[in-house]
């Protein structure tokens, strides 16, 4: 029996969580399905971090798209698509068709734009409906929860001393893109009142740019260069701090707990779900929402330790296991593809 030809359509070229997971997924399909991967390209990058070069090095043959009707004859020749995010190129296209191929959406984040009311309004080619949250799952009629998971090539990085004058100071670490929910110019105003020193490394400079945060940065916070490799930067430092306004399921979170490194975190997304046990959260600021209590996180990163590092290992092993992910995503690929002959028979 022929290979299922999988169509894979990225909705833009910007690096994010969602885009390392999905590369991720796509290179575990690949050896089980007729792989097409695409990418709509049709923003300014400048100074941003892209998928441009990763997807052309894992998937020679993937493509770029500059104009929406180029997604046409990728999505006719295939059985099943494999899409996420808000944009409506992909579903115009496919309500297009008479007789269309499967297409199952993936929901990456928390946001409400994207969640039920995206999902109402392209029911009609939506036949599967991936949440890598469960309460978003939840919300949405039909959805199944996979998690993320990740590339332990990106994970490659040695350690490295950052701040050699204090060892006894512990060190907190961020990574993720400059927008303002991230709260990094929080972390950046608070690091003295938290007591530790602060490792950045972002993956882009839309927003908020580097320059302005290394203004108001003391001695104490170090910038890493925007890169894949996320390695050093893990081991470099004693806890990963998350402290977004809001999440779906933050791939770094699964990039630490496979070093073994304690996170601390604010209650988003899927993460005070999915791991209670295993991060340390902390509090927000009375009436300020959004906003972590600066001696909430002082204290939980003097109780890191490795033993939370290791917890997290051990549950981001078995929750967020590639193999395992994969064929979660493998079975509902052959779901959808048998629904849909049946259907067309």
């Known amino acids: 029996m022929p290979?299922?030809?999988?169509c894979l359509v990225f909705p833009h070229v910007v690096?994010?969580?969602?885009?390392?997971?999905?590369?991720?997924?796509?290179e575990g399909l690949r050896e089980a399905v007729d792989l097409d991967v695409c990418a709509l390209d049709q923003m300014e990058t400048e100074g941003v971090?892209?998928?441009?070069?990763?997807l052309a090095e894992r998937f020679g043959r993937a493509a770029f798209l500059r104009e929406r009707w180029e997604l046409r004859p990728r999505l006719r020749a295939a059985d099943v698509v494999l899409w996420y995010g808000v944009s409506n190129a992909v579903p115009k296209a496919l309500s297009a068709y008479v007789r269309r191929p499967g297409s199952i959406r993936v929901v990456h984040?928390?946001?409400?734009?994207?969640?039920?009311?995206?999902?109402?309004?392209?029911?009609?080619?939506?036949?599967?409906?991936?949440?890598?949250?469960?309460?978003?799952a939840r919300r949405i009629p039909g959805a199944c929860f996979i998690p993320n998971t990740c590339s332990l090539a990106r994970l490659v990085g040695p350690q490295r001393e950052f701040f050699p004058a204090e060892p006894a100071r512990k060190t907190l670490g961020w990574a993720g893109r400059l927008v303002p929910l991230k709260n990094v110019s929080w972390l950046i105003d608070h690091v003295e009142e938290i007591g530790c020193n602060l490792l950045l490394q972002a993956l882009d400079t839309p927003l908020l740019t580097v320059a302005d945060l290394m203004r108001r940065a003391g001695e104490r916070v170090r910038f890493l260069p925007p890169g894949r490799d996320l390695g050093t930067l893990l081991r470099s430092?004693?806890?990963?701090?998350v402290v977004s306004r809001h999440e779906?399921?933050?791939?770094?979170?699964?990039?630490?707990?496979?070093?073994g490194v304690p996170v601390i975190s604010t209650r988003v997304g899927a993460l005070p779900e999915l791991f209670a046990d295993e991060i340390l959260f902390v509090d927000g600021v009375d009436g300020a929402e959004g906003v972590p209590d600066a001696p909430s996180l002082?204290?939980?990163?003097?109780?890191?330790g490795p033993a939370w590092g290791e917890r997290l290992r051990a549950k981001v092993g078995a929750l967020c296991d590639r193999d395992a992910v994969v064929a979660r995503y493998l079975d509902l690929i052959d779901r959808v593809?048998?629904?849909?002959?049946?259907?067309?028979?």
Do not use: N, Q, Y
């Open 248 to 259: 779906g399921f933050p791939v770094v979170v699964v990039e630490a707990g496979r070093l």
């Open 15 to 26: 690096l994010g969580g969602g885009e390392t997971a999905m590369m991720e997924v796509a």
């Open 49 to 54: 971090a892209t998928i441009r070069g990763e």
């Open 109 to 136: 984040t928390d946001r409400a734009v994207d969640g039920p009311g995206f999902a109402r309004r392209w029911r009609r080619v939506i036949d599967a409906l991936v949440c890598v949250s469960p309460a978003v």
């Open 337 to 345: 593809h048998r629904e849909r002959r049946r259907d067309a028979a």
């Open 3 to 6: 290979k299922v030809t999988l």
């Open 237 to 241: 430092v004693d806890a990963l701090a």
């Open 298 to 304: 002082r204290r939980a990163l003097a109780a890191a």
